[in-house]
């Protein structure tokens, strides 16, 4: 699976648009693009995937470069209850077991 | 729906103890998977399940043994407990061939060994 890239952590104000970018220059043709966040020690929960095509749901947007190699997650206007760690992982979306690999993630914190 | 549910919530070991992990989910769910995560780190794959009768080792499945005899539940079982396996252990499942590939998270089993 193709490695990922986060800044370890990020800032943003309440109620702005968090925007939390993620580097995967190694991705391959198959490997999608999936978000999870980790609020306090909670266990993960999932945002949000894409493959080339920009993506929204009720929670965020997902922006993919056209050359896919980087990715932006954005919440489009942040609470404090988005204040988290976000991981950024990619693979292959192949019918079976979904074996992710989490790194170390982005900790975004919401300040009032 | 309860979702994902791991017992118990926090448990203290001493070295060379041992103890299971319980996990459940009511989703019917095919495929279960235990993580551990240490402190400040991300979630490292232990072992998975395709279903009832099937296990496979993830990325640390050293220390550990897991079983499905249901659906329903994938225990984890921690023999002769280390100081190493001190961590916080998540149990996930997902559907067999889902849109989204969404793994459901359990809330977490705190684990110390001393």
């Known amino acids: 699976d193709a490695k990922t890239t986060q800044p370890p952590s990020m800032d943003c104000a309440e109620g702005r648009a968090a925007n939390l970018p993620c580097n995967h220059s190694t991705i391959s043709g198959n490997e999608y693009v999936y978000w999870y966040r980790q609020i306090h020690s909670q266990g993960p929960q999932y945002i949000i995937h894409g493959l080339k095509n920009n993506e929204t749901n009720e929670m965020a947007s997902l922006i993919i470069t056209e050359d896919r190699k980087s990715s932006t997650l954005i919440l489009p206007h942040a609470t404090l209850r988005d204040t988290a760690v976000y991981y950024c992982?990619?693979?292959?979306?192949?019918?079976?077991?979904?074996?992710?690999?989490f790194g170390q993630g982005t900790r975004l914190t919401i300040n009032p | 729906n309860a979702g994902v549910t791991q017992t118990p919530k926090f448990r203290i070991l001493k070295i060379g103890q041992s103890m299971t992990l319980q996990c459940t989910q009511d989703?019917?769910?095919?495929?279960m998977y235990w993580y551990r995560q240490d402190p400040g780190m991300g979630l490292k794959l232990i072992y998975y399940?395709?279903?009832?009768?099937?296990?496979d080792k993830g990325e640390v499945p050293n220390g550990y043994n897991v079983s499905r005899s249901t659906t329903e539940d994938f225990p984890l079982r921690l023999e002769l407990a280390a100081p190493s396996q001190t961590s916080v252990y998540f149990c996930?499942?997902?559907?067999?061939?889902?849109?989204?590939?969404?793994?459901?998270f359990g809330e977490g089993s705190r684990l110390t060994v001393l």
């Open positions: 399940s395709v279903g009832a009768g099937i296990t």
């Open positions: 989703m019917n769910h095919n495929y």
């Open positions: 996930a499942s997902s559907i067999a061939g889902g849109n989204t590939g969404e793994l459901f």
């Open positions: 992982i990619v693979r292959p979306r192949i019918q079976g077991a979904q074996k992710l690999v």
